[in-house]
């Protein structure tokens, strides 16, 4: 790779990454699973994709579902991943594609188009604490206790596959929209449908030195834009927008091998040059038109729905909890007004909720706080983070209490983060699960 470009990279925080893709005459829709965080309380889900596999070559042999995080057997199914990673590299299943950012068209029936670019992430450039002023930050709260199960997965893991998008800022769609208007010099790398509902992707190699340069150069020009917008040298420019858990376990295994590295006595220029610095991510720009802001609501399992959802209307967080329909309820929260509302559902009615000070707070932060207080008095429920309506809705069959919240204007996001710090976790999704990211590249990070 050209040293200019690699230098231009280097000050964004990114670099062009070593690709691996399937060999010639895998079955890609079959081999291309969607996001291991998605659908985590839905077994038939992952029942299906099992069954739809069988015994092809997939990705799902090599990701672990998070449905499985707290199973009996997830230690197995860990060894059982690296093994496969392993054996895909030693045969020849994965095949390396030489350094190239991949330019990704994913299509779906609700979304139409969405577009991207693949890149690999500097962790050196990477922070989610809440006072961060690196350039690739969180955009919501992380959740520290969900790291160490996920590096299990990552510590001995020979390759990675992304499901991380990261947001720019980019208006006048100079950067990922540029790329697709010259695609005619570009090279087709796959094409398929996929499994579930999810439409279709393509992906296209870029790795000629002119567009590199110019993806670079726009890049530069996107850094100044936002320094000026935020008025400060230290903006944020990548905002997480999926995978926030899965980029901080990255974080969290590249500065454990750093410090390995460090205790060896290796070399600083070899151990900055390691290929567990980075991570593979999918930058998408946050004014896209197939770029859908969706909730993410919450699942409240409790023993007693009833008592669960009486809890809640009567928390001292609570201002008023006044019952309603539930197409009103969709069309509030939806609503400008509805930014600062949440509605609950237990499995026969519906009530739209306000809270005390709603300008001091974003309801998702309010329906966690509620539910820490209700963990605190009755043991045995739990909290689960579900994107779509109904699939929140007939988890009330589980005996779970559905909460709905509204989604952050995109508009906001990149000013609100720059100013307040990341929102709460889980406070808003790209689209629905379905339309979430399915893996298809991997990178070695040993």
Known sequence: MNNNINSKFGQLGIKVPSILLPKEGTVLSTWSVVACDQYTSDNNYWKRVENAVGTALSTLRITLPEIF??????????????????????????VEQGEMVVYIERRTEASGLRQGLLFAMDLERYDYAKDSITLIRATEGTIVERI?????????????????????????????????????NKNLLYKTDLMENGGSISGWGISDTASLETLADILTDLLDDAKKAQQTETPLFFAMGDGNHSLA???????ATKKTLLDAGVSEKEIM???AR???????????????????????????????????????????????????????LSSPEGQTRAGIWNGSKYFLVEFVNPESKLPPAYIDE??????????DTKIDFIHGWEDTKKLSSENALGCFVPVIARE???????????????????????????????????
């Open 273 to 275: 040059s390691h290929p």
């Open 370 to 379: 509620i539910f820490s207080a209700l963990n605190k008095s009755k043991s």
């Open 249 to 255: 376990t990255a974080k969290a295994h590249w500065v």
């Open 69 to 94: 995080l707290e199973a009996s057997d997830v230690e197995s199914r860990i060894q059982n991943i690296h093994k496969s990673m392993n054996t895909y590299l030693e045969a020849g299943t994965l």
């Open 148 to 184: 160490p199960p996920r590096l299990r997965v990552r510590k001995e893991a020979s390759i990675e596959l992304p499901h991380i998008m990261i947001l720019i800022n980019d208006p006048e769609r100079r950067l990922i929209e540029g790329a697709a208007a010259s695609l005619k």
């Open 278 to 332: 980075w991570a593979l991510a999918e930058i998408v720009n946050i004014h896209s038109p197939g770029l859908r802001f969706e909730p993410i609501n919450r699942a409240v399992f409790s023993s007693d729905i009833n008592a669960a959802c009486e809890f809640f209307k009567n928390h001292p967080l609570v201002a008023s909890a006044v019952e309603i329909d539930e197409i009103s309820l969709k069309k509030v």
């Open 412 to 446: 906001r996001l990149f000013q609100w983060v720059s100013q307040h710090g990341p929102l709460p976790r889980k406070a808003f999704s790209m689209g629905d699960a379905e339309e979430k990211k399915y893996y298809m590249e991997c990178r070695k990070i040993r």
